[in-house]
């Protein structure tokens, strides 16, 4: 398997930051994004950069959405999601995140932050029965768990929550992907690493930044770890570079031009 790129201090202009479960930033055109920022401990907030955008993929806890209020305190960040989810916000945090800095953002369309065009990709997060379970038992809001966004931006594919739908293949056809942060803990509506690294192949991601794999809760835990996947693409000799990070690791992405 070919280099996954190089691990980083926060100054380069073209990086990921794993931080946990599938909250991950993003270093794109001078620009700070965070995607579903659901930030537990080791992450210090302290420490993070300020975002200038929070994507959310939909409304579960495991999304970070209840974390808003604070983030915008702190950030004065902007926020966008599916547009189910960013009437709930707006009607939820009325008193505190000005309407003007939520914008809604459904399957197919697109959105302007500086120069960076971030689109919304359909995704599929059908949860059976335990999975509702677990999530009223840990969601503490009735924030919309549907539909679920994944997010294009600068050859970055961040998936959201999902399993694998040809769909999602079909929209970003055309599209330079260079870096795919997909689900693999192949349990409550979440992709397996079979999936993934399908999904993967499908859309030609040059690497996959696993996700969704971190136990939610002591009690939660998810069927398949990075490790899984690693050994899948080695046995299949996929040309997809698999790059588990850990959590608070950075990575650089080169060679883009050709994503822009």
Not at 38 to 58: E, Q
Not at 122 to 149: E, W, Y
Request: charged share 20%; net charge positive; proline share 7%.
């Amino acid at each position: 398997m070919r280099p996954c790129g190089s691990v980083v201090g926060s100054e380069s202009n073209l990086t990921l930051t794993f931080l946990g479960h599938s909250a991950i930033h993003f270093e794109v055109s001078n620009l700070d994004i965070f995607v579903d920022p659901y930030l537990r401990d080791p992450v210090d907030l302290n420490k993070l950069p300020r975002g200038h955008v929070v994507l959310y993929s939909h409304g579960h806890f495991d999304a970070g959405v209840l974390l808003a209020p604070m983030l915008y305190e702190r950030w004065r960040c902007q926020f966008a999601g599916p547009k189910k989810l960013i009437t709930w916000m707006r009607r939820k945090f009325k008193k505190q995140i000005r309407p003007e800095d939520l914008f809604a953002i459904d399957h197919g369309q697109a959105l302007y932050f500086g120069d960076v065009k971030v689109q919304a990709v359909t995704a599929h997060h059908p949860l059976n029965r335990l999975g509702k379970t677990i999530m009223t038992l840990f969601a503490r809001s009735r924030a919309p768990a549907k539909p679920v966004n994944g997010y294009y931006f600068d050859g970055y594919y961040h998936s959201g929550a999902t399993i694998y739908t040809p769909a999602i293949a079909e929209q970003l056809a055309g599209l330079n992907i260079h870096t795919a942060c997909l689900p693999i803990g192949g349990k409550y509506a979440i992709a397996s690493p079979q999936e993934a690294l399908k999904l993967a192949e499908e859309i030609n991601a040059e690497r996959l930044v696993p996700m969704h794999w971190q136990p939610l809760m002591d009690q939660v835990f998810f069927r398949y770890q990075p490790s899984d996947l690693i050994r899948l693409a080695r046995s299949e000799g996929s040309k997809v570079n698999v790059c588990p990070l850990a959590i608070g690791e950075t990575l650089q992405i080169k060679d883009v031009s050709a994503h822009r």
